[in-house]
């Protein structure tokens, strides 16, 4: 599915959410949800494809596929926490949009640890 329709199909969503939010907020709040759901699933094809394009480039140059998965966990993560954020926003709870904000960022810096443990060793031999 390209961009233009995706877009196309946000737009269109977010305005129906518009109308349905003076008669009936809790849907709108759940067409945005479903909405951003059933984008995700439309573009899983082309993660896939940019997973497999990152790992072909880890062979290329002979990087550690471990590292390489971290990294691509760690965007994935990034992904998932904001996507949670402006759900949590759009439903007007700033605040648990914060924890989860602040959640993605640990568990962020939980998964890349054993790379950045292995980039302090890499840069002390050297020293």
Known sequence: MSLIQIVALAV??????????????????????????????????????VIDQVNKIGDEFGVNGQQLMVVIKVIGMAYLAEFGVQICKDSGEN?????????????I?????????????LVTSIL
């Open 109 to 121: 810096i939980a998964v890349a640890l054993p790379v950045i443990s292995s980039l302090i060793s």
């Open 12 to 49: 269109m969503c977010a305005m129906m959410a518009l109308v349905l939010k003076n008669q009936r907020p809790e849907l709108a709040v759940q067409m945005g949800i479903a909405a951003g759901a059933l984008i995700l699933l439309l573009i899983s094809n082309e993660l896939i494809n």
């Open 95 to 107: 605040a648990l949009a914060g924890k989860v904000e602040l959640a993605g960022k640990v568990m």
